[in-house]
T-cell receptor, first 111, second 115 residues
Framework: GENVEQHPSTLSVQEGDSAVIKCTYS??????FPWYKQELGKRPQLIID?????GEKKDQRIAVTLNKTAKHFSLHITETQPEDSAVYFC??????????FGGGTRLMVKP | EAGVAQSPRYKIIEKRQSVAFWCNPI?????LYWYQQILGQGPKLLIQ????????DSQLPKDRFSAERLKGVDSTLKIQPAKLEDSAVYLC?????????????FGNGTRLTVT
């Protein structure tokens, strides 16, 4: 089955700096890669996703890049704000199969 | 649109007792998932339904866990008997299609504590 590794497990940045979270996956047939944000005690919420036919996708201050050859994808958050503080999960799946999640990254943005 | 509804929000039971969780997905969503999220870890899929049929239950501990979605809408997840290691948040999610063609929408989860 699919295995998703996520790094780092914790990340602390100053407000205004950029944050990068990296994930690697094992199943070369995986073709869908979403990122979820989970605030303390709340549900995971989709913030951005990318499919394997695209190398990069942006949405305001967040972007995701995908390297299919190396089987890794990354989340980039620019101009971080205190409200970006949360746990971020990457995930991967192939068509027809379930999402496999990474272990999560706790992002702390210091004002 | 209304979100995924789950109940109860919290449940505390003793080991060897049984417990049931309920989920009502977003209206019209054919696919329903149950995930287990242990503190500090990512969600782990337990079971996936497509309408009222099971698509994948390979990670469901079938000796103690069971789930059903009889009419293809809401679903229940049961644990009997519970063990200490079952303490976790149980998340229900739904999507309009299977396998990543549409995003997953999560409920608020049920936090289970087994003592």
């Amino acid at each position: 089955g699919e295995n998703v590794e996520q790094h780092p497990s914790t990340l602390s940045v100053q407000e205004g700096d950029s944050a990068v979270i990296k994930c690697t996956y094992s199943d070369s047939a995986s073709n869908y890669f979403p990122w979820y944000k989970q605030e303390l005690g709340k549900r995971p919420q989709l913030i951005i996703d990318i499919r394997s036919n695209v190398g990069e996708k942006k949405d305001q201050r967040i972007a995701v890049t995908l390297n299919k050859t190396a089987k890794h994808f990354s989340l980039h958050i620019t101009e971080t704000q205190p409200e970006d503080s949360a746990v971020y999960f990457c995930a991967a799946s192939r068509t027809g199969n379930m999402l496999t999640f990474g272990g999560g990254t706790r992002l702390m943005v210091k004002p | 649109e209304a979100g995924v509804a789950q109940s109860p929000r919290y449940k505390i039971i003793e080991k060897r007792q049984s417990v049931a969780f309920w989920c009502n997905p977003i209206s019209g969503h054919a696919t329903l998932y149950w995930y287990q999220q242990i503190l500090g870890q990512g969600p782990k899929l337990l079971i996936q339904f497509q309408n009222n049929g099971v698509v994948d239950d390979s990670q469901l501990p079938k000796d103690r866990f069971s789930a059903e979605r009889l009419k293809g809408v809401d679903s229940t997840l049961k644990i009997q008997p519970a063990k200490l290691e079952d303490s976790a948040v149980y998340l229900c999610a739904s999507s309009s299609t299977t396998g990543g063609r549409s995003p997953l929408h999560f409920g608020n989860g049920t936090r289970l504590t087994v003592t």
